[in-house]
């Protein structure tokens, strides 16, 4: 069975001399596993198309509960990625996360728009990559269900919490008075609102506002750190990212 569709490649690995074993988020199926024989060979139809964090049309056969890459060409190269190490870095940590949290085999479009959106962000350096991060982080974890409860303090319900508090283990805010927790860090007014703003923008949105100083270093710290806890994971990508992100 041929099945023509639009693929980001999440990952890839070399397989035998020519070959890639890839993880792709496609339009029609979610996550699912495929092999690009010859990828690697010199002039290969298929190799450009079938690099990591590449968007590209694919023609896949399935047989026997196995995709195989039978034609690719390339949508969107994301080009600044390859041109920046730490860009590079960024986008490598989108496609892990999205990789993590993708359900195999499910159809998710709102996850491909938020991993496709993002990685075009940094591609052509729209925004702060620390906000696009941050954005991302969070819309992530809303997107696969664990989206943060930061509509008013979750003890007395005041709409704008005084010194608010953002618990990484059950994603609620509150007021510094209302509550003690260990599990919890610090926000600001302007943190909350950003925060409160990626929860509920449209997609095509996503990371016009402004933020900077000290309320991007505390919006950024608590989505880090919320799908970390929320993942129960380490992510190598991140790691790596940090040996080159901006201070």
Not at 43 to 53: F, H, K, P
Request: with cysteine; net charge neutral; charged share 25%.
């Amino acid at each position: 069975m041929f099945e023509t569709t639009r693929a980001l490649v999440l990952r890839e690995v070399k397989y035998k001399e020519a070959d890639r074993i890839l993880t792709l988020f496609t339009a029609d199926n979610g996550k699912i596993t495929a092999k690009a024989r010859g990828a690697l060979r010199k002039g290969s139809r298929t190799g450009a198309a079938t690099q990591q964090l590449c968007y590209s049309d694919m023609t896949l056969f399935f047989n026997k509960g196995k995709w195989t890459v039978n034609e690719a060409t390339v949508i969107e190269p994301f080009d600044g990625l390859k041109e920046d190490i730490a860009a590079f870095a960024l986008g490598s940590y989108f496609a892990e996360c999205v990789e993590a949290l993708a359900v195999e085999d499910q159809k998710d479009p709102a996850l491909l728009s938020l991993a496709l959106n993002s990685l075009y962000a940094v591609s052509r350096s729209l925004y702060d990559a620390r906000l696009v991060k941050a954005a991302f982080e969070l819309r992530l974890m809303s997107l696969s269900g664990y989206r943060p409860a930061a509509e008013r303090c979750a003890v007395c319900g005041a709409e704008e919490p005084e010194e608010p508090m953002f618990d990484l283990i059950d994603g609620t805010v509150f007021c510094r008075k209302c509550r003690a927790s260990g599990s919890a860090v610090s926000l600001d007014a302007a943190s909350l609102a950003a925060m409160r703003r990626v929860l509920n923008a449209p997609p095509k949105q996503l990371f016009s506002f402004e933020l900077g100083g000290e309320a991007l270093i505390t919006l950024a710290f608590a989505a880090e750190h919320y799908l970390l806890h929320q993942t129960e994971r380490s992510f190598g990508t991140l790691e790596y990212y940090k040996q080159f992100a901006r201070k």
